[in-house]
């Protein structure tokens, strides 16, 4: 069996000894370094510095492992100036909106202003390879011969599986009872998560976005007590990203076939 072994962390505990432990097995195991942006956004998130932390080591260790950048309400206005921050630094990143958070209304307004800020300097930087949140597929929604309902957002309950202190598995880690905060065992066993279609509510069956809508059914059970019941007010966010990275998507394939004359077979599939 084929696996990988990652461990996420804020840095602040990599001292000098877990460095040399990680640099010696980094071919086993790498590290997923949270870092949410420039140091101010860093703060009001996680409330450490982020010019402390050891990104550089990452980067040097396992260059091509993204850093990853969580966008908060308190961040989101500063998104694409902490995205931007890191490209002009060379490093990897993932963007994404925390999951958890109760969006408010105009926060999709300020989400769209963001996005349309990146895209026009991924347009204007067309060597900077943009964030996996810029190159989401958008095939699925306009390919009929792609099935009605999507398939599970994760491998929750599937292809992973989170063990707790005394060997008892779990769907992923969002299950376990230090997070959950009570023993849930036989409720959590009684869910079927291979059945794809018992994991989304109906109103959602009638959404046209469903298919690129994902959710956290950890988060789901923890929050709303069923993994199928979602956090609505993402909904309007989700609208935006479709809305301008869409759009966005059409001119840069366009631009980087005008630019290197030719396209790879998933650009092409894209851009179609």
């Known amino acids: 069996i084929k696996f990988e072994l990652s461990v996420t962390t804020n840095g602040i505990l990599l001292d000098s000894a877990k460095r ?11 590290l997923i370094l949270s870092v949410d942006g420039k140091p101010d956004m860093q703060i009001q998130n996680r409330g450490c510095k982020s010019e402390k ?7 040097e260790t396992w260059p091509d492992q993204m850093l990853k950048m969580t966008v908060s309400r308190e961040t989101l206005p500063y998104f694409a100036e902490g995205a931007i921050f890191f490209h002009s630094k060379n490093y990897a990143i993932s963007g994404s909106l925390a999951v958890g958070v109760r969006w408010q209304k105009g926060d999709e307004l300020i989400y769209k202003k963001q996005l349309q800020t990146l895209a026009e300097y991924y347009l204007s930087h067309i060597n900077i390879k943009p964030i996996p949140l810029f190159t989401k597929i958008f095939a699925e929604l306009t390919d009929s011969r792609i099935r009605e309902l999507p398939y599970k957002n994760c491998g929750t309950g599937t292809t992973m599986v989170a063990y ?5 598995p779990y769907p992923c880690h969002m299950f376990v009872p230090l997070v959950t905060g009570r023993s849930n065992y036989e409720d959590i066993n009684k869910i079927d998560f291979n059945n794809y279609e018992s994991l989304i509510e109906e109103d959602c069956k009638m959404c046209k976005l469903l298919k690129i809508c994902r959710t956290c059914y950890g988060f789901n059970y923890n929050q709303r007590k069923n993994v199928k019941h979602r956090d609505k007010s993402t909904c309007k966010m989700i609208l935006a990203e479709a809305q301008i990275i ?6 840069y394939y366009l631009k980087k076939k005008q630019v290197y004359g030719i396209l790879s077979n998933e650009d092409l599939t894209s851009l179609k």
């Open 246 to 251: 869409s759009a966005f998507q059409i001119e």
């Open 20 to 30: 040399e432990w990680f640099k010696l097995y980094k071919e086993y195991i790498s």
């Open 53 to 59: 932390l050891p990104i550089d080591f990452v980067h």
């Open 164 to 168: 707790d202190t005394d060997g008892t």
